[in-house]
């Protein structure tokens, strides 16, 4: 009885080795019919061009995207700011004095005495640039010297103000000047005449 149940289990283990030996024949048989791909560049080979067209292609996409970005920022960044003094000024003063007139002898030194003569600070007050440009024609009638042409006045003016950080906007249609105000004294003499 002992014998016949060793010839069975060695049956059993002969017939287990036997499925196994078929199973890994039809493994490797799968193994064998997978094709490798023949590029080791599968987009390329996919995609049916040459692997450097699309390396150059990848570079070149890259390339527009990082100049592109680049442009963007310098467009921004040019077209951000707000309009200088000169240009606001010329476009919005009268012309009461003609341009022809001839400009003190120190620019910079006749803007600044302007500015500390009629401008004050004024924390969150809108100042209209036509109505500085009035105060300057006032002021200089007032110490009887020949007022600057608003090109001139605009310019120095605007580095004027630059220095001491006030900046120029647009409200309802308006260029105006934030955060200064003209002096009341020379409200009154520009009322008076």
């Given at each position: ?30 193994l ?12 390329a080979?996919?995609?049916q061009?040459p692997s ?16 592109g ?12 700011k707000r ?16 341009d ?6 120190n ?10 003569s ?9 100042t ?16 009887s010297?020949?007022?600057?042409p608003?090109?001139?006045?605009g ?6 103000f630059?220095?001491?950080g ?7 249609n ?20």
């Amino acid at each position: 009885m002992a014998i016949a149940e060793v010839e069975a289990a060695r049956d059993e283990l002969q017939s287990k080795r036997a499925k196994a030996s078929h199973r890994h024949k039809e493994a490797l048989f799968a193994l064998t019919a997978i094709r490798l791909p023949t590029s080791t560049t599968g987009l390329a080979a996919r995609l049916q061009l040459p692997s450097w067209a699309l390396d150059l292609l990848i570079a070149t996409l890259g390339s527009i995207g990082a100049n592109g970005l680049g442009a963007s920022l310098l467009a921004f960044g040019a077209h951000g700011k707000r309009q200088t003094v000169p240009e606001v000024i010329e476009a919005t003063a009268i012309e009461a004095v003609p341009d022809h007139a001839a400009p003190p002898i120190n620019l910079k030194e006749h803007a600044a005495k302007f500015g500390i003569s009629c401008l004050v600070p004024a924390t969150g007050q809108q100042t209209q640039l036509q109505s500085i440009f009035e105060a300057y024609v006032q002021w200089c009638r007032s110490m009887s010297i020949e007022p600057l042409p608003s090109r001139d006045i605009g310019t120095e003016l605007s580095a004027l103000f630059g220095k001491a950080g006030i900046e120029i906007d647009s409200f309802e249609n308006q260029h105006v000047a934030l955060n200064i105000a003209i002096r009341p004294k020379v409200r009154e003499l520009s009322a008076v005449n």
